[in-house]
């Protein structure tokens, strides 16, 4: 009997970006991040995920970093790898939709300082908020993944899967990944899934889930048996929990067979030596909270991601009303389905949530409502797959006529004048983006990088015009 033909499965390693992302509220530093590298830089991995996402917001506004230095540090340090980054569609790396100009800029800039694979997603999978990120990274010569975000409801059949990955590969995507950010996914849906994606296209497919719902491995080794080919994994100190499965784990389950990705243990034991420490110094510090750890099954009933069923608990707890947190639970899937079933991923399981708290605590459904939500019942967040309840959006936005384009079309460009309004801190083009995307903390952050600058040539000068005694 031939030998089976070998499809080792490629490995995406998320200890740079989503799983500190998931476990430490995005605090690791650059200086944390850079002894390791080398060591990483050997292993073998399809790609390491290293920025977008939240990583760009917490640099500039808790850990008073540069993102595009840090960027730039890495790529330096990665001299074998393909760099990898989330990108949010139209929103960028941030939580409203931008002009396609500056949208344009932000992708030349990632590819120019060092990042190799884009992965873009809509909150809504409204195909429309992506094409401009998409087009603009074939035209820069990055690899384009485009990630659906994975939910359940009565619109998302395999058929919608199936079609909308046809899309995408006609869009001019290279590789689709399945971003299933609240660990909904279960190990023979994912059988399902993988298959009927498979039928309609013939691009790559990557999976990304969280352990937030305990089922994730498992998840793994059904898709990869039906045909997925790149799976996301993190070191297992930052692995498991509201992070992503162990790369340790998954490498020793597929060793062997014919998906093997024939990783050296020796050397991922060596780099797990490294981040036990951080992990240690995280659960002291209380960074690192056991209860992300563990297994939330609720998840699946409520499909709420894990981070945002500790946000809701803090919420309650500021209102004083914890009591209510049931309540509140069942209320989510209502408001979701009011607002036309979107997936909860940032922004639209912030809006989904914060508006069912308001819900619970007006004891009147829509009362009280916050300008997200109304935004998203306007079209400024795009379209949903399901429909508006009208009622409730009569509710909402009264009789304001929502839109029905593609919301960026509304807005002129915008480069000119961030461009304008920054020149004053500019040392780098980059500086303009980090502006345009986080305008207040950008200018603190760049206040205090001049500050330090005229603090080092003080002290320079001073060196240089002492006068020794003779």
Sequence with gaps: MAEMQKKPVKIVETVLR??????????????QMLPIIEKMDKVGYHAVECWGGATFDASLRFLKEDPWERLRKLRDGFKNTKLQMLFRGQNILGYNHYSDDVVEYFVQKSLANGIDIIRIFDCLN???????AVDATNKEGG?????????LGDAYTLDYWKNIARELEEMGCHSICIKDMAGLLTPYKADELVKALKEGTKLPIDLHTHY???????TYLKAVEAGCEIIDCAMSPLALGTSQPATEVMAETFRGTIYDPGFDQNLLAEIADYFTPIREQALKSGLLDPKVMGVNIKTLQYQVPGGMLSNLVSQLKE???????????EEIPRVRKDFGEPPLVTPSSQIVVTQAVLNVLAGERYKMVTKESKKIMMGEFGQTVKPFNKEVQKKIIGDATPITCRPADLIPPQLPKFEAECAQWKQQDEDVLSYALFPAVAKEFFELREAKQTKVDQKQADKENKVYPV
């Design 18 to 31: 989503d799983a500190h992302q998931s476990l430490l509220a995005t605090r690791m530093s650059t200086d």
């Design 126 to 132: 409204d195909l429309r908020n992506l094409k401009t």
């Design 143 to 151: 690899h384009v993944q485009v990630a659906l975000s994975y939910t």
């Design 212 to 218: 937030t719902s305990g089922v994730a491995s498992m």
């Design 319 to 329: 209102a004083n009303a914890s009591d209510k947190y049931r309540q509140v639970l």
